[in-house]
Every structure is written in structure tokens, then in C-alpha cells.
């Protein structure tokens, strides 16, 4: 692997404190994200909420807003949280976001997210990265992505990740975004040949070792969301194959393991609810799937003990962690 990194994908509503602690559980290896958040949202929240815990280190934040001055004010706190780097993201297509000026239609004002990185990196001297697509709508040409990635790395941006899809932003939700623009690796392949002094992470429908082995040579790096998050055991295999981590975890082993931090968290007052809902795949694809979901669902509903979620049945833990392929 030499210095080749995995990156968890940032993920709204997933890659909360809590799932990145579940995710460090199993990986001392893979880099984090956190969700996105907007500049006014960052601004306006109780700061204790963003102090970087040890164990998330490195954590990368990521911003969405179109105001460079905001981007300034932010960068000064995130810097003195703790945070390893600030991230921009300039990928999403959902229409809530098109309508703050940002997100994916900001590929077409390379100008302003430029301005973006001189704020920063006035403010702090945290790296800046950006996120982004191959481009948007349903031409295939990398025109807007080559002129964003050299405006911005003249304005001190050097490492990219390229979500290896266009965005449409006319007519496809967020979720079919994901899924429908085609995958096209040799693009953003080219991309990184085009611009040999510059880091890339390739991200997309990265799925399985094999296809991490393939894809890991031709870049700096990889980015996993949805694969990781809707199969935990993944994120283990990941650690031992990739990272050749001697870790050896059954999933009874994650459970007691998360559920000392979720006592803790859950003595500060945070909801069963929040701390358990990045569990519910931890069986997947295995015939105590749906025993455990149940499981989980009865200590939110009930509002039981967190500490119950070590009485899953022993006979279910003895499942052997061999489903992944
Ligand atoms: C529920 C969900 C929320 C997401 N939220 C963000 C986000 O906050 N910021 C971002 O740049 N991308 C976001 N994405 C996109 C992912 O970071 C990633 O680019 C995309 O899922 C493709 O990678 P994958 O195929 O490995 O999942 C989100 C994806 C999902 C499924």
C-alpha cells in the first residue's frame, strides 16, 4: 500500500460521530469524513458539537456554501478544533443545494471556488481538497473539470476527489445521481495523467477487494462510501486485506467494543436512537439479519439500557465473519 489511502466517503445523516467511531472500531487505517455541512450551518452551531476526539484523527470536514468569506471565518475554527483538512464540496446535485448556490453547479464558477481557497488559506493553514464530478449533464467532455482543477490549483488546492460520474442537475434526484450517470474510471484516469503533480482519489462503485486491488495502482487513492456503510464487515476486510492490519474481530467483539463509547455517549444524553441506527447492517447478508434489526429496533423503541445491545443472542454472535465477497 506505501502511501496509497482509503478515504470514507462523507455521507449526510451517516457519517456522524458516532458511525465514525464504529468505523474506527474496525479500522485504525481508513481515513475520515465528516458530513457535509454549510458554512451558515457550521457558523451557527454550538461549537462544542465539533471538537475533533483523538481517535477520528485525521478527520477531514467538509463545507458547501458559495460565500468566500464564510469559507475565511469557518476555516479559523475548524483549524483550531482540531481538524486535519477542510474539503469542498462541489459534487452534490441535490436541488436544495443548487438553490444555495452550491454543490455541483458550482463546477461552473471555478472563479469563486478559488476564492474559496485563498479565504481558507488565509484564515488557517489547514490543506484544502476538493470534491467533485466529471462534469455535468449528459455531455461527456472534462472541459469544466480541467479548468476547475487548474484554477484551483493555482489557488493552492492539490488533491482531488473526482466521484468518477457527470451530475445532473436537471431531473435526477440525489439517490439516482448515484447511480445513473455512467461510471467512467479511464476519464478520471486521464484526468490524473493530465495533471501528474496533483493528487486524485478515484470514487464511485468501489465494491470489493478485488476491485480496490485494480483501481488502488492507477490512483492516489480511493474513496468508499455505500459499500462500507451498508456492510460493516467490509470496512474489516478492507483493514486486513488492504491494510494487512493483524486485526481479528468477530462481530460480537465490534458490539462490546462500540457499546462501551455508546454508554458514555449515551451518560452525556445522546438518544439510543442516534447511537445505534449506523448498526442496523452489522448482520448483513447473514440469517441473523433480520433477528438483529429487530433487536435493535426493540432497545430504541423501548428506550432500554444501551448497554443491552451486548444480550444479542449468543448463538447468532458465533456466526462466522466469512459472507463478504
Ligand atoms: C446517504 C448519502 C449521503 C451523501 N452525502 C454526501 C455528502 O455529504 N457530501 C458529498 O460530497 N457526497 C455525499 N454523498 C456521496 C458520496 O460521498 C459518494 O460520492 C457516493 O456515494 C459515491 O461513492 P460510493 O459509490 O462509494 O458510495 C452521499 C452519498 C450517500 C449515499
Not at 478559488?114 to 479565504?119: H, L, R, T, V
Not at 445505534?276 to 432497545?299: A, C, E, M, Q, V
Request: aromatic share 12%; with cysteine; proline share 3%.
Amino acid at each position: 500500500m506505501n502511501d496509497k489511502r482509503i478515504y470514507l466517503a462523507p455521507m449526510v445523516g451517516r457519517t456522524d460521530e458516532y458511525y465514525r467511531a464504529l468505523v474506527r472500531i474496525m479500522s485504525k487505517n481508513i481515513y475520515l469524513y465528516t458530513e457535509m455541512i454549510t458554512c451558515d450551518a457550521f457558523l451557527h452551531t454550538d461549537r462544542k458539537h465539533y471538537k475533533v476526539n483523538s481517535r477520528e484523527k485525521d478527520l477531514t470536514i467538509q463545507l458547501a456554501g458559495s460565500d468566500p468569506k464564510k469559507y475565511g471565518k469557518c476555516a479559523k475554527i475548524i483549524e483550531e478544533h482540531g481538524y486535519s483538512e477542510i474539503n469542498l464540496n462541489i459534487g452534490c446535485p441535490s436541488t436544495k443545494v443548487i438553490k444555495g448556490d452550491f454543490g455541483a453547479c458550482l463546477m461552473n464558477s471555478p472563479e469563486l471556488v478559488s476564492e474559496f481557497i485563498y479565504e481558507i488559506k488565509l484564515s488557517s493553514s489547514l490543506p484544502v481538497s476538493i470534491k467533485t464530478r466529471l462534469g455535468l449533464g449528459y455531455e461527456h467532455n472534462l472541459n469544466l473539470l480541467y479548468n476547475l482543477i487548474d484554477q484551483t490549483h493555482k489557488a493552492g488546492c492539490n488533491k482531488f476527489f473526482i466521484h468518477a460520474r457527470n451530475a445532473i442537475l436537471d431531473g435526477l434526484s440525489p439517490k439516482k445521481n448515484r447511480k445513473i450517470p455512467l461510471l467512467r474510471y479511464s476519464d478520471v484516469l486521464e484526468v490524473k495523467k493530465s495533471f501528474p503533480f496533483l493528487a486524485f482519489y478515484l470514487n464511485g462503485g468501489v465494491e470489493s477487494i478485488s476491485e480496490i486491488k485494480k483501481n488502488i495502482v492507477n490512483f492516489d487513492g480511493l474513496m468508499i462510501g455505500r459499500s462500507i456503510y451498508d456492510n460493516p464487515i467490509f470496512m474489516l476486510q478492507i483493514e486486513q486485506e488492504i491494510f494487512k492490519s493483524e486485526v481479528s474481530l468477530t462481530r460480537k467483539d465490534i458490539i462490546e467494543k462500540y457499546a462501551v463509547y455508546a454508554l458514555e455517549k449515551s451518560n452525556q444524553g445522546i438518544s439510543n436512537y442516534l447511537l445505534l441506527r449506523h448498526l442496523f447492517s452489522l448482520y448483513y447478508n447473514t440469517s441473523s439479519s433480520k433477528k438483529w434489526k429487530k433487536f435493535l429496533h426493540d432497545i430504541i423503541q423501548s428506550n432500554k439500557d444501551i448497554n443491552n445491545i451486548t444480550s444479542f443472542e449468543e448463538s447468532f454472535y458465533e456466526e462466522k465473519i466469512t459472507t463478504y465477497g
